[in-house]
Structure formats: C-alpha cells, structure tokens
C-alpha cells in the first residue's frame, strides 16, 4: 500500500542471515532482500561496514519512496575510509589484480569472507575479483558485468540469504546461497554449513575456474 501511494518510508532490518547464529532459523530473515526487491519504487541496501551503513542511511533519507536497509550482527572490520562516496545502485570493486580468474560477488557477511578467501589464495598464485553490491536495488548491472568479462565470464555469488540471482546468457554463475535447512549454530558453523565462508571460496577454486 506505501508503494501504490508512493509515500516515503524507511526501514532497516538487522541481524539478518544465518551469522546470527545461534538465535536460529526464526529471526534470521532468509526472504527480506527478495521481499523488498519485488515491492515497485523499492531501494536496497545492503551495507557492509559501518561507513557505509552511514551513508546508506543518509541515502535512504534523502530517496524517494521505500527504502530497506538490511545490516548484519557479526562485528565486521571497517574496509572503507570515511570520505568513501556512495550511490545508489553504484557497486564497489574492493579487491582485484590484472589476472583475476574468477569475480566474487558478496555483501556484509560474504563481502568479509570473499576478502578473507582472496588474501589466501593470492598466497597459492590464484587471484580473485570482489565486488561489493551495496545496493541490491538497483543492481548494478554495467559494474557486474564488465568485471565478469574481465575474468572469462566466472561469477560466484555469496548470498547469506535463499537464492536469489539471474543468469546472463554468456557468463558461468556458480551460487553460494542458504539451503532451507537453516538451523541454530554458532555463526561461524552455520556459514560453513552452507558454504558461504571464506574457506568454500577456496576449496571450490578448481570447479570454479574450469
């Protein structure tokens, strides 16, 4: 009803994906990005750090329409310094070389464990791209797929969430999503659990480039 009347409404929902952990499956809102993502005048974001949970915030509030902003519980590392822009629908390429194999795409939770997987596999000669989305609505699609050409059309996704993506034709997507089968753990054995940890990134580096 806002969306048909166009009103202006912000929220945020927080401690949201299965890195709550041990609170379980009820309050870990596995559905809300896909939720809001199909609400008409809808923006979301998904900030991964506290600068840029600022400035989604500050977006939000100066955006027309419903915007959601969904933050995470784990205390994550500060990546971006405080003069760091943000826009709506822009996504940050955080970490990349000449000779990326693979781009990885994550957000909150997964943007940490892509970063964490890419500095160790640059120790075994293998180099991965890493894309911040930011804003999940509206995707940004030309920064998505300029950088999966750049790295021969391979695309990881780490969703700590149910899946939800769209396939392009011309590129190879391998999904790192939650199963229905979310349970109560602790935070870093549920990421495990469903493969979205820094570790799956590494140990799947062999299909991933084929």
């Known amino acids: ?119 160790q596999l640059k120790k075994e000669g293998i180099n991965i791209r890493v894309i911040d989305l930011f804003t999940i609505k509206p995707l940004d699609s030309k920064t998505i797929i300029e950088n999966a050409r750049a790295t021969g059309g391979r695309i990881i996704t780490v969703e700590d969430h149910y899946h939800e993506v769209v396939n392009e034709y011309d590129f190879t997507v391998q999904r790192l999503a939650v199963s229905p089968r979310a349970t109560q753990r602790k935070p870093r054995e549920l990421l495990k659990l469903f493969n979205i940890d820094s570790r799956r990134h590494c140990s799947g580096r062999e299909e991933d480039n084929q």
């Open 1 to 119: 009803m806002a969306a048909i009347s166009e009103s202006n409404i912000n929220l945020c929902g927080s401690h949201c994906g299965v890195s709550i952990g041990e609170d379980g499956p009820s309050q870990m809102a596995l559905e809300d990005l896909a939720m809001f993502r199909a609400i008409p005048t809808a923006t979301v974001f998904y900030p991964s750090d506290a600068v840029s949970t600022e400035k989604a915030v500050e977006l939000a509030a100066n955006t027309k329409g419903i915007c959601f902003i969904r933050t995470s519980r784990p205390e994550n590392p500060v990546i971006y310094n405080s003069n760091e822009e943000f826009r709506v629908g822009q996504a940050k390429v955080v970490y990349k070389t000449s000779n990326d194999q693979v781009t990885v795409i994550g957000a909150a939770v997964t943007l940490h464990e892509a970063l964490d997987a890419a500095e």
